[in-house]
């Protein structure tokens, strides 16, 4: 497969992508790895971002109003990676309106990259107070439970989110990933079941099909491009894929391997996505575990 840019390995670490072209199990090469130019901000979204400060900075609006803007820019600030700033917005328009949900939902999410899994609880469980069928808190504290090493109660989590969208392969996909944690083989077995009901027209269905053992990590790799139709659908495909086989090579024992496919999500800069902000959580965890011991 073609490599569209090679100073990507800057970075990637050249040692883990070599280990990579190493693994005589799974036979994947170099070239088999496919790179794409970093996402870069969108020009629309730094207009947005100057209507709404214009916006906040006149005395104009109502506070309902404001507490809105301030979300919205907070949404911008995280598309863009600028977590610090989206995260001050979300907790001021909180101040202004405590029953946005939507902003919990964010703060949520935030607690769990930090790691303070208590806290990010509490703001999952204010979003199922404020709006008990809001169903990505269902995700993302199910996410903040996993990561937080309660899978069990994390299980129940995703079931409910699953169940508003049975359809839907991603989250088939992380049903499959918060069960393995207890049980890889239930989860499997599960996952099999679940795979059937999935969108057979989406491209994550094949993130089912490496799952389950039907096509090899190689296969999976030459259809990252299939359907493809700019460089941003490119970077957006490549933040997923290399999310999930960070995962399954991690719940398969190679986290070697897994951590540099966690880096080539990072590397595509889709700050918005939750593949990439679970990616750098956990690399973040293994730095922490590592320098523990």
């Known amino acids: 497969m073609k490599i569209n840019k090679i100073s990507s390995l800057i970075g990637l670490g050249l040692a883990g992508l070599i280990a990579l072209s190493g693994c005589s199990s799974t036979d994947i090469t170099l070239s088999d790895i496919v790179f794409t130019e970093p996402l870069p901000a969108e020009y629309e979204k730094e207009e947005q971002l100057s209507r709404l400060n214009g916006f906040l900075a006149t005395a104009q609006v109502t506070p309902e109003q ?15 990676g600028l977590q610090s700033l989206a995260r001050f917005d979300f907790s001021q328009a909180l101040k202004i309106k405590p029953d946005l949900a939507e902003a919990y939902n964010y703060m949520g999410v935030y607690w769990t990259l930090a790691a303070r899994f208590d806290r990010a609880y509490e703001a999952f469980d204010s979003v199922n107070e404020l709006k008990p069928n809001y169903q990505f808190a269902f995700l993302s504290r199910g996410i903040a439970l996993y990561y937080g090493n309660r899978a069990k109660l994390a299980s129940a989590d995703v079931e409910r989110y699953l169940a508003f969208s049975p359809t839907d392969p991603y989250r088939i996909i992380w049903q499959y990933i918060v069960r393995s944690k ?97 990616a750098k959580l956990e690399l973040d965890l293994k730095k922490k575990i590592n320098l523990a011991g």
């Open 66 to 80: 404001r507490a809105q803007l301030l979300f919205q820019r907070g949404m911008i600030y995280d598309e863009l």
């Open 182 to 278: 207890v049980d890889n083989e239930a989860a499997l077995t599960i996952l099999k079941t679940s795979a059937i009901k999935a969108k057979k027209d989406d491209w994550a269905t094949t993130v089912i099909k490496l799952y389950l053992g039907q096509i090899s990590e190689k296969t999976f790799l030459q259809t990252l491009e299939v359907g493809i139709t700019s460089p941003t659908h490119r970077a957006h495909r490549l933040c997923e894929a290399y999310f999930y086989l960070g995962k399954f090579k991690s719940i398969n024992g190679d986290e070697q391997a897994a951590d540099t496919y966690y880096r080539l999500s990072l590397a595509t800069n889709v700050h918005g996505f939750i593949e990439h902000k679970y």
